[in-house]
């Protein structure tokens, strides 16, 4: 089972990306995605969660401005990033857990050395001000 994040970059404050979580050997659809952020010389940190309902959730720190969203048939799950801040900087990545709730994501560090079944590698956002 792999798991893989995509999509990061350098961009200015206040602008968007958007970043992709691929799985191979894994279906998506029967999993709470959580989608993580570790910046540097920070403790690893959940942002957001799309469970396998599709219910979302989301720290407070990213509210209003981050998107969780999932499309099954593709086997993906997407995490818009809009009104970015130079705080947002740091190695974005996603893990997948059967049964971890969403609320332990967004809402705990539990998950900040680990936890969930499966960890993708995080891909780099760097926003400058």
């Known amino acids: 089972v792999q798991l893989q994040a995509s999509g990061g970059g350098l961009v200015q404050a206040g602008g968007s990306l958007r970043l992709s979580c691929s799985a191979s050997g894994l279906t998506l659809d029967k999993q709470n995605i959580g989608w993580f952020r570790q910046a540097p010389g920070k403790e690893r940190e959940g942002l957001s969660c799309?469970?396998?309902?599709?219910?979302?959730y989301y720290a407070d720190s990213v509210k209003g401005r981050f998107t969780v969203s999932r499309d099954n048939a593709k086997n993906m799950v997407y995490l818009e990033m809009n009104n970015l801040k130079p705080e947002d900087t740091g190695v974005y990545s996603c893990?997948?857990?059967?049964?971890?709730?969403?609320?332990?994501?967004?809402?705990?560090?539990?998950?900040?050395?680990?936890?969930?079944?499966?960890w993708g590698k995080g891909t780099l956002v760097t926003v400058s001000s």
């Open positions: 799309i469970s396998s309902r599709g219910r979302t």
């Open positions: 893990a997948a857990d059967p049964a971890i709730a969403c609320l332990v994501v967004t809402t705990t560090s539990l998950l900040s050395t680990g936890g969930m079944d499966y």
